[in-house]
């Protein structure tokens, strides 16, 4: 079985951040064609994937190789380099794409500034030139962008015997949870039978739980607030009155609450509240 595949792999020169995009008719392609590295690079490897091109692949660029230096020498030492697809794109934004002459047609790839695009077993050229004109022309942060771009492949056809999984990854520096690695996006749908919308899903989650609050979305807790939220958490069991007043006791349920939703990324100390987490609530708990 052969991860039969349509992806993309992309820099952003805003703020260095590297992430791959990748939707195929096989179970859980997210643990085979995904890896990254914060300042090195991404890399897709799929067809008859040779997973040992992620990790390979990776320690060429902190070497100081470029995307195309790296992927040159990684089929070179590769006996099956004609059954391989290879996408890499380094933290300059150099774009190197392969797809051998073993790989099931439809097959191909492009690579323009800050992106390498490829598909194998697709419904046709339409596929890969729609993930990269889509990537190009969008507008955003990273993770939007490579979303909009599958989604593009998916509507020009996709890998033409189905739809089952899809992932997206981003690295940042420090970007993971709590800070203690680049893991800043890591959504895998593993088997659905649309798994790129509920992908899109997953990054609207991801953002409500693990982004950090916007300034702009901060609004102070005054009585009506501060009696509904009292009234959503003592429905819940929670030891606070419902009486508008927003004292410590509420402050301290509130922050009990936000960890039982898993929303602790965005709650704040003092008499305010994220303007997302406040119609996440209103919404999930509305009587």
């Known amino acids: ?21 990748v939707a195929a008719k096989f179970l859980a392609v997210g643990a085979v064609v995904p890896w990254a590295a914060a300042g090195v690079g991404a890399v897709a490897t799929q067809a008859w994937a040779n997973t040992s091109y992620g990790p390979g692949a990776l320690d060429l660029l902190k070497t100081g190789m470029s995307a195309a230096q790296a992927g040159r020498a990684l089929l070179a030492e590769d006996a099956e380099a004609e059954q391989r ?5 380094d933290a300059q934004g150099r774009a190197f794409s392969h797809t051998g002459t073993g790989c099931f047609a439809w097959a191909g790839g492009r690579t323009g500034a800050n992106y390498a695009a490829q598909g194998n077993i697709l419904a046709g050229p339409g596929v890969v030139d729609a993930l990269a004109e889509t990537f190009e022309h969008a507008r955003g942060a990273l993770a939007d962008r490579l979303l909009a771009a599958l989604a593009a492949g998916q509507h020009a056809g ?11 990854v981003v690295v940042r520096a420090a970007g993971g949870y709590a800070g203690f690695n680049d893991r800043y996006m890591d959504l895998r749908v593993d088997d659905h039978p649309t798994p790129v919308g509920e992908l899109k899903r997953l990054l609207d989650l991801h953002r409500l739980y693990l982004e950090k609050s916007k300034p702009d979305d901060l609004i102070a807790i005054d009585e009506p607030i501060a009696r509904e939220l009292q009234g959503i958490m003592a429905a819940r069991g929670f030891d606070v009155k419902v009486n508008g007043v927003w004292d410590a006791a509420s402050q301290h349920a509130l922050r009990e609450f936000g960890g039982v939703e898993n929303l602790e990324e965005r709650l704040q100390e003092g008499p305010f509240i994220d303007r997302v987490v406040l119609e996440f609530l209103r919404k999930r708990f509305e009587r």
Do not use: K, Y
Not at 8 to 20: E, K, R, S, T
């Open 158 to 168: 996709g890998d033409r015997r189905g739809q089952e999984s899809a992932a997206l």
């Open 1 to 21: 079985m052969h991860p039969s595949t349509f992806s993309i792999v992309a820099h952003d020169p805003a703020n260095g951040d590297l992430g791959i995009a």
């Open 85 to 89: 697809q290879l996408g890499i794109v």
